[in-house]
C-alpha cells in the first residue's frame, strides 16, 4: 500500500497526522469523493482476509457457592438463631396461648440433659423450664447424683409453649404439637453434645422413642434406650413423683441407671 492510500485511511479511521520525511511533498488533499473512491479501491484491491480460526475458549469454572441454608433450617442454627426462632415460633397452635416460650436452661456444654414433657403454668410465667415444686424435686434428684442445675446439666421440654385445655389447665402436648417442636429439641441434643439423656415422664419418653402415647412409663424404665446413638433413660416426672411419694425410690434406681449408662459411655 503506497503513503497516499495509507494517509487516507488513517484520516478515515480519524488517526493523523501521517508523519513524512523532511523534504518530500505533502500529497496533495484528496477531495470528499475521491477519498470515498480511493477507499472503495483499496478495499477491492485488498488482499481478502481469511476469517479468523475460531479459537475454543473454555468456560470459565463457576466458582462452587455453598449453599446456603434455608432461613428456617433448624438444623444449621447456631444457639443465638435457635433462640430466636423459638422465641417467634409460630409452628403449632401453642403459640397462641402462651405468655413466654420456655426455651431450655443450663449449660449448653453439659454432659447431662434432662427432657421434660412442656410448660406449666409456672413456666409460661418466668420462661424457665421446671420452676415450682417440680423443679425443686428436679434440683434435689440432680443434686443426689452430684449434678447442679447449669452446672454440667441442661433442662430442656419436648415443647416450648405451655399447652393448656379448654378450661385454661395444663395438659400434656398432642402427637401434633410435639412433632411441629421436637426439630428445636434435636438441634439443642446435636449443639450440646450431652452423653447421656434422660427423659422425665412418658411423654418426653414415646416422644423422642416414637412410642404410642398410651405406652406407659414403667415399661419403658430399667432400660438403656438409645436417642440420635446417645443412651437415653427413662424415669418419672417431678410432677407425678409429688403426687406419688412412693415412687420416688424406682426414680432414684433411674438415675442410678442413667449413672452408670453416663459411666460407661
Ligand atoms: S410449641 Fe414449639 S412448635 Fe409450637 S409454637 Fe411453641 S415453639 Fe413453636
Redesign the pocket.
Known sequence: MNAGRSAVFLDEMGIGPLWRRRGMPLAEPAAPVAVAAAAAAAAAEAEPVPAPATIAVAEPFAPVVPEAPPADDVAGMDWMRLKST?AG????G??NG?TK?VFGVGDEKAKWLFIGEGPGRNEDLSGEPFVGPAGKLLDNMLRAIGLKRGENAYIANI???RPTDDTGRDRPPTPE?AA??LP?LQRQIALIQPTVLVALGKTAAVSLLELGHDTPVSSLRGTVHRYAGLPLVVTYHPAYLLRNMADKRKAWADLCLATSAYASA
Open positions: 423459638v415460633c409460630v409452628k403449632c401453642l403459640c402462651r416460650t415443647v416450648k409453649c404439637e411441629a417442636c428445636y
